[in-house]
């Protein structure tokens, strides 16, 4: 299903029903602030699981992320975090930056695998967050590649339908995306390491 959402206001009844298609173990791709993603609800294993074979990787090598609706969501799956990085992820999100951080073990063993991080996002995008809002919990995070030798990820969500409409059960129409990913930020030592320039920049924050 290619399903329209208002980037600015949200439908409450659409947003229901991804919520629904999540709670029965459904798989989606949705717009962040950044480039489309693949998504479930991370306490679904055959979901996550499902995603591994969309991607045709192993779950314990993945590098999924988890998006959160505020940071109530992110502290609930990580250890305490240091106040002069926590005063910077609070100027960054929500923002196109995914902050490595150590896990705690409310975090699904398959979804961490062997690691002992998590990635966590707060886009700057209301469709997404309130995905997240009304299911309650985070949701499963991946970036949609595009083969293209030119461009590494697809704008356009019609083009994305085309591709994924028979291995993804709704894909949302939330107007063109971004080609740039997130930054990504570890934290997981301490200090703040940028390990991909994206589109967030954050000199900008610090």
């Known amino acids: 299903m290619l ?15 991804v919520v629904e298609c999540l709670n029965d173990g459904g798989v989606i791709i949705y717009p962040t602030d950044t480039v489309y993603g693949l998504g479930c609800d ?5 979901s996550v699981e499902r995603i591994c074979q969309i991607k045709g990787i192993q779950p314990e090598k993945s590098n999924f992320s988890i998006v959160c609706y505020n940071f109530s969501h992110l502290s ?15 100027r960054a999100m929500p923002g196109p930056f995914t902050f490595i951080l150590p896990a705690n073990g409310k ?3 398959l979804f961490k695998g062997r690691k002992r991080t998590v990635g966590v996002r707060i886009p700057d995008n209301n469709i997404c967050r309130q995905i997240v809002k009304e299911l309650d919990h985070p949701i499963m995070s991946t970036s949609i590649h595009d083969e293209d030798k030119i461009k590494d990820y697809t704008t356009d969500p019609e083009i994305i339908y085309d ?6 059960d709704i894909v949302i129409d939330g107007g063109f995306g971004h080609n740039k990913p997130s930054t990504i930020v570890d934290c997981s030592d301490g200090s703040l390491t940028i390990t991909r320039q994206g589109l967030g920049k954050l000199e900008e924050y610090m």
């Open 3 to 17: 399903l329209q959402i208002h980037p600015d206001n949200p439908e409450p009844r659409k947003i229901r029903m």
């Open 42 to 46: 991370i306490y679904k294993t055959a």
């Open 76 to 90: 609930d799956f990580t250890k305490h975090i240091d106040t002069p990085i926590f005063r910077v992820m609070r």
């Open 107 to 109: 975090v699904p063993k």
């Open 163 to 168: 591709k994924y409409k028979n291995l993804v």
